[in-house]
């Protein structure tokens, strides 16, 4: 088994990102190393929070925690900084502006979210109540309507009256 440095390793990860865009398949064709070490590298990178994308190409499609990884790497940047970083990972910084607000936003949402699971909340609860005031309405009915049969019976055995309809 071969073992690589870690320079090497990042500057074969490095052609899987943008500007260059090569597939695992085509780096690993190129380079002579196998496409399965060079998946294991990726993951590592992955696990590593660096921003490596998935399997597709394309910027837009990268995976959820890559994009947050490139905002959290990105927010203290000036704008000159955050061009060169762009540069250097094959992005544009509208991109970046465009995942930071989507990061906002989905906080935005989970405020918003936790405002309409507590509307829900009362709702259920009030239908709760509501099920359970008919079902005690209906339970009483039933005992209601036992009590009846049960006082016929004994109403007809005391007569000695066989049929029901009486």
């Known amino acids: 088994m071969r073992r690589y440095s870690p ?14 865009n090569m597939s695992v398949a085509e780096l690993a064709r190129q380079e002579g190393i196998s496409d399965v070490t060079l998946y294991a590298w990726r993951k590592q990178a992955k696990a590593g929070g660096a921003a490596v994308p998935g399997d597709q190409k394309l910027t837009d499609n990268w995976s959820a925690e890559s994009k947050l990884a490139v905002v959290i790497e990105t927010a203290a940047l000036s704008e000159i900084e955050l061009s060169e970083y762009c540069r250097s990972k094959g992005l544009y910084p509208q ?3 465009a995942w930071r607000d989507a990061c906002l936003s989905g906080q935005q949402t989970a405020k918003a979210q936790r405002q309409l699971d507590r509307e829900q909340a009362k709702a259920d609860k009030k239908r709760i109540r509501e099920l359970e005031r008919e079902l005690r309405r209906k339970d009483k009915a039933l005992a209601e309507a036992a009590a009846i049969l049960v006082l016929r019976k004994k109403l007809n ?6 049929s029901e309809d009486s």
């Open 157 to 162: 055995a005391y007569w000695g009256d066989d």
């Open 7 to 20: 320079e090497r390793k990042e500057a074969l990860l490095k052609k899987l990102l943008p500007p260059h």
């Open 95 to 97: 991109q970046v502006k």
